[in-house]
């Protein structure tokens, strides 16, 4: 069994982007996207929230169909306000979601990582099809990331997160 693990960081406030988003409005998009992945993760088809105890949430998520099958993953969700979420998938792959401070101090200048631990059977570490599964996984990290940020930024615009 192979980990693939990388991680991807983006400024959530780059000059000139409106409207500026706060740390509050940050995490309020991670707790939305928890629960409507499908919304801030274009690789994500539906998902159905099997349960939700105020800050552990289990999902099972279907993503879009790769090689004509669609993979499906029932993953839990944990909430650690104000500034991480933390999603387990049932084969022991990980994603966290977290929300840092830039160095300049100002309240605006806030980054958004995620780290990927993505687990493979059938993968041997090293190999042609481990270094081309690493690249796919780092193109859809970026996206990821990306794409959230964008997500929360339109439904900030929009008045869905105050």
């Not at 000139?16 to 740390?23: D, F, K």
């Not at 099972?60 to 993503?63: A, G, P």
């Not at 966290?96 to 840092?100: A, F, G, K, Q, T």
């Given at each position: 069994m192979a980990t693939i693990r990388c991680a991807h960081t983006v400024p959530v406030n780059p000059p000139?982007?409106?409207?500026?988003?706060?740390?509050a409005q940050v995490f309020k998009g991670f707790q939305r996207k928890i629960r409507r992945p499908q919304d801030f993760v274009p690789a994500i088809a539906e998902c159905s929230v099997l349960s939700d105890d105020g800050g552990v949430v289990e999902r099972?998520?279907?993503?879009k169909q790769s090689g004509g099958h669609p993979h499906v993953a029932t993953e839990v969700c944990t909430e650690l306000p104000p500034h991480r979420v933390d999603f387990e998938m049932d084969n022991g792959s990980t994603v966290?979601?977290?929300?840092?401070a830039g160095s300049s101090g100002?309240?605006?200048d806030l980054y958004v990582t995620y780290v990927f631990a993505w687990k493979h059977d059938d993968l041997g570490v090293g190999s042609a099809a481990y270094q081309e599964a690493e690249a796919g996984h780092k193109k859809v990290a970026k996206m990821a990331v990306e794409s959230s940020i964008a997500t929360t930024r339109r439904l900030v615009s929009e008045g869905e997160i105050q």
């Open positions: 000139g982007t409106i409207p500026v988003l706060t740390e099972k998520v279907t993503f966290l979601n977290i929300i840092s100002e309240a605006t």
